[in-house]
């Protein structure tokens, strides 16, 4: 096999031969913690501590015991001998009483036992990779589901920790596979005259819908989505109620509010769960060129950054001020971004909702009275909805990295088209190939070396 095809299972050899363990469950005060092992000496320090191994993969209520006899905690513990475990090692648990003196005393029993050491920060997920028992896109997967605050962002973690970039790559590569036989064969042919041309014509139909396959995929950014949350900025003049529209959406009283214009200058986010779904909502100092300071103009900068990059913006407006809202100026709008028009202070005397043919929605509120927040919230909810992937769709490419690498296998794929007609079948074959490996990039079957560190530091210490 090619050296740099390396496969999770592949590079086995290179799994390091000590038995690590960790507090598997989170720290604090708790019932119950989880005490993890994995490696060759699992099952010894499982041994030494509970005196017997429990029949594989059952639970077995234990008393654990020190190397001098001193009782420790009296715990369920599991056996888990290789192959078949969540690492691919001899594993064990040992489910302890949560407090802390327990489970520092248990696991001061395990140093002791010779080559068991302290976990290192994804130290079980890495050793799971390394044996072929997950792809790269199931251990991003992992690490997102381990992440997950909404139950969309739950739902397409889990379907990525059960390998649907992995999924999708392997029917992209067969595309790719079937289009590569062909050429090669077309090459072995070359003396005849018509099979190069005939095998290739049927080639192509392969890559353009690869092609094809692939910009769809890229096109669609309802992972990323669903993944990181919609941003939504609150943007508007000074003194609009923008803020204070912040804290009536969350509910909370998070950003400062006063009648003095050029109160916000950073960026004030908070995160909200509506209906499931994650939507970040960004509070932006007021925009204005006259009267501005060092410090209010470096805000102001900074909001029109956020505005730009926003999925949707709110344009929050006085409306008790009587005056026609301005349009928000065309610098700030970019992309696919919508624009609705929020008019707020309508508890105001004399506030009108006005025109504005600019804004794709319009809402009369006042952030003051919680008039017409629950409307909002609701037209809120929907438009996350309507963006969001219907149920039991889950897009396979969600992160920068899985973009980097589509964008690559479709530039390869570019250039193998251009060069078609062309007699030269060597450099076609090569931009296959090229495209191929990218496409093993993107399932992390190449250059994992460097991919682990990235992916693994978003891990924390007994995951
Ligand atoms: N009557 C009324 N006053 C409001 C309403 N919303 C905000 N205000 C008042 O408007 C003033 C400005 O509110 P902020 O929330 O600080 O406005 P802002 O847009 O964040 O202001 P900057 O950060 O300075 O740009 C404050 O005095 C608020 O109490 C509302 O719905 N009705
Ligand atoms: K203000
Ligand atoms: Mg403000």
């Given at each position: 096999m090619d050296a740099q095809q390396k496969t999770g299972t592949d590079v086995?050899?290179?799994?390091?031969?000590d038995t690590i363990a960790a507090v598997s469950t989170a720290s604090g005060r708790a019932a119950v913690a989880v005490i993890r092992l994995s490696g060759p000496a699992a099952g010894a320090a499982l041994m030494a501590l509970a005196g017997r191994l429990p029949e594989p993969r059952r639970a077995l209520l234990s008393t654990l015991r020190d190397a001098a006899g001193e009782h420790l905690d009296r715990a369920l513990v599991l056996w888990f001998p290789a192959p078949r475990s969540a690492t691919g090692e001899d594993m064990a648990e040992l489910h302890v009483h949560g407090g802390r003196a327990v489970i520092a005393a248990v696991l001061e029993a395990l140093w002791r036992v010779p080559g068991v050491r302290p976990a290192e920060a994804g130290e079980f997920t890495r050793r799971s990779f390394l044996n072929g028992k997950m792809d790269l896109g199931a251990v991003e997967g992992l690490a997102d589901l381990l992440a997950a605050e909404t139950e969309g962002q739950r739902r397409l973690a889990l379907a990525h920790a059960f390998g649907r970039l992995g999924e999708r790559v392997e029917a992209w590569r067969g595309r790719l596979i079937r289009a590569m036989a062909l050429i090669e064969a077309g090459i072995d042919f070359?003396?005849?005259?018509d099979v190069p041309r005939e095998v290739r014509a049927a080639a192509r139909p392969e890559v353009e819908a690869l092609r094809a396959e692939l910009a769809e995929a890229l096109a669609d950014r309802r992972g990323e989505l669903v993944r990181e949350g919609a941003s939504v900025a609150i943007a508007g003049l000074?003194?609009?109620g923008k803020s204070s529209l912040l804290n009536a959406l969350a509910a909370r009283d998070i950003a400062i509010v006063s009648d003095?214009?050029?109160?916000?200058?950073d960026i004030v986010e908070v995160a909200l769960d509506l209906g499931g779904r994650k939507l970040v909502l960004i509070d932006t100092a007021g925009l204005r060129?006259?009267?501005?300071?060092k410090v209010e103009a470096e805000g102001i900068r900074r909001a029109r950054a956020r505005i730009a990059a926003?999925?949707?913006?709110?344009?929050?407006?006085?409306?008790?001020?009587g005056a026609a809202p301005q349009a928000l100026?065309?610098?700030e709008r970019t992309g696919a971004a919508e624009l609705w028009l929020l008019a707020n202070k309508?508890?105001?005397?004399?506030?009108v909702s006005p025109e504005a043919p600019w804004a794709q929605r319009r809402l009369a509120l006042s952030a003051r009275t919680g008039a017409g927040i629950a409307d909002l919230t609701s037209a809120l909810a929907d438009w996350l909805a309507r963006r969001a992937p219907p149920a039991g769709e889950h897009p396979a490419l969600i992160r920068a990295r899985h973009r980097q690498a589509a964008q690559a296998v479709i530039e390869h794929l570019d250039a193998a088209l251009a060069r078609w007609?062309?007699?030269d079948e060597a450099m076609l074959a090569e931009e296959l190939r090229l495209a191929a490996n990218s496409l093993a990039r993107l399932a992390g079957r190449i250059d994992v070396e460097d991919l682990l560190d990235v992916v693994f530091r978003e891990f924390c210490i007994g995951k």
């Open positions: 086995a050899a290179d799994v390091p031969r070359a003396e005849e005259e000074p003194n609009a003095e214009p050029g109160t916000t200058r060129d006259e009267g501005v300071g926003a999925d949707l913006v709110l344009w929050v407006h006085d409306a008790g001020t100026p065309a610098m309508s508890d105001a005397p004399g506030a007609e062309t007699q």
